[in-house]
């Protein structure tokens, strides 16, 4: 049991603090898809931690490969030097992803790697001979973690109002349509929002313009998928202006939609992608941005000499070993076990399961994507954020951790998971979501 003290010693992420901390939800262990709570209970886990344990909790293979790589080589600097974890992680990952994505740079969460591809977009202009183009754009409710670059193309309300002008940004509209509404997997609607795209650019001016960037799907602000050649269109206007194109793919890289990356499902090619996540399964923080051959040799031909840092960036941890071997680990078993067959192979059924929650009382919209899914609920007269609150406070006591915005429910479970276990989530979430009024 924790003391007060401990528990007042701590000032949470993400949480209000307040609640918590007289009613504290502690997690003690986690095997496959399940938590273990410090009072004993097994709870099934609808989002791999958060998002991020997709190949199931306490894989072996991975706990073995971090704790033999802390007793060899606990830490290397990797300014100016390096160790070869590394460079074999980034081969693995270059490997896996869309080729053409050659180079890949070591951060230590998500947030970092947004605020790194934003840096590096900025100076691939600049080396270029075009340093006016500084501006970028993101997407209204997309998240690209909390860093100060990533809060400002994100388009998440509550993440914003706080902190005042950080770095200037435009958005586009979020895709969410209420024509859309209920669709499974790709929704219908909304090819036109991605002309946003060019009223933003002339607008601004393509010279003022360095990148887009967007999540190919909105995860954080409760799975957002976008409209049928959505992507396709925002590729086809930036290579029309000269515009680089970010894909976050720090929630849906490695397997989430079925297909390994997004830019895989949906076929196309970002200059820039964001990873995190599952690179390590979770086990130790890790992100990553990997950049096309065009980005990287820009860098690389320069005019200073050889020995000066062509990027003016990086981070102490970057490329940690830890990271590294745990992130070695997590890529065979990505591969080995076929993780993205596994989530396409259950997807249609956790799509099927998930739908039926559709005439439930508060629920507005339901949308998936892969093993990825989202019930939108109507808000509280009285207090918007309440029903989602409540519902997950709820499963918690039933045996069932769901996360919860504003606005909704979010299920991601590990790619592990049985049908059976795809039944308790809907079957606990068809029971509670009624309850709360
Ligand atoms: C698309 C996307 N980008 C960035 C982040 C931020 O990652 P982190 O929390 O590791 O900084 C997240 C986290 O959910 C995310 O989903």
């Known amino acids: 049991m924790l003391t007060n003290s401990q528990l007042q010693a701590q000032w949470m992420p993400f949480t209000g603090n307040r609640q918590f901390k007289q009613d504290p939800r502690i997690i003690v262990g986690a095997e ?14 609808s989002l791999s931690g958060l998002w991020c344990c997709s190949f199931g909790h306490g894989r072996p293979e991975i706990a073995e490969a971090i704790a033999k790589q802390a007793k060899t080589l606990d830490y290397a600097p990797q300014f100016q030097f390096g160790h070869p974890g590394a460079f074999q992680l980034a081969e693995r990952v270059r490997d896996l992803t869309p080729a ?66 950080m770095m200037e940004a435009d958005h586009l509209s979020a895709t969410l349509l209420p024509e859309n509404r209920f669709s499974r997997g ?49 590729r086809a206007i930036c290579d029309q202006h000269n515009i680089l194109l970010i894909f976050d793919e720090v929630l849906t890289g490695f397997g989430r939609t079925g297909a390994d990356f997004g830019a895989t499902l949906f076929n196309v090619q970002p200059d820039i992608m964001t990873l995190a996540k599952n690179i390590t399964n979770g086990a130790v923080p890790m992100g990553a941005v990997v950049a096309s051959s065009e980005v990287y040799e820009a860098f690389m031909h320069g005019d200073t000499p050889a020995y000066i840092p062509e990027f003016a960036h990086g981070y102490t941890y970057s490329g940690h070993p830890l990271a590294c071997a745990a992130g070695l680990a997590a890529m065979d078993v990505f591969e080995k076990d076929k993780m993205a067959d596994r989530a396409a192979a259950m997807a249609p059924y956790f799509e099927e399961q998930v739908h039926r929650l559709a005439d439930l009382k508060h629920v507005v919209d339901i949308r998936n994507l892969g093993m990825a899914a989202a019930i939108q609920l109507a808000p509280h007269p009285k207090e918007a954020a309440r029903r989602p609150w409540e519902i997950a406070m709820r499963c918690w006591k039933k045996g ?12 991601g479970p590990p790619f592990i998971i049985e049908r059976d276990q795809v039944d308790t989530i809907c079957s606990i979430l068809e029971e509670t979501i009624p309850e709360v009024d």
């Not at 496959?32 to 886990?45: M, P, V």
């Not at 069932?400 to 299920?411: G, N």
Request: charged content about 20%; some cysteine.
């Open 400 to 411: 069932l951790y769901v996360r919860f915005t504003a606005d909704s429910l979010q299920l």
């Open 32 to 45: 496959g898809c399940y938590l273990h709570s410090d009072d004993g209970r097994k709870i099934l886990d």
């Open 100 to 165: 053409g994505l050659d180079h890949v740079f070591f951060t230590n969460s998500g947030s970092e790697s947004a605020d790194t591809a934003i840096k590096m977009a900025r100076a691939y202009w600049r080396l270029k001979g075009e340093p006016a183009k500084t501006r970028l754009i993101g997407r209204v409710k997309g998240y690209h973690g909390v860093n100060v670059g990533g809060t400002s193309v994100g388009g998440i309300t509550p993440n914003r109002k706080m902190f005042g002008p």
């Open 186 to 234: 790709l929704p219908p609607h909304g090819l036109h929002l991605a002309d946003q795209l060019e009223e933003r650019i002339a607008l601004h001016d393509p010279s003022t313009i360095a990148a887009v960037i967007v999540e190919p799907m909105s995860g954080s602000a409760g799975v957002i998928v976008p409209p049928e050649g959505y992507l396709q269109r925002l």
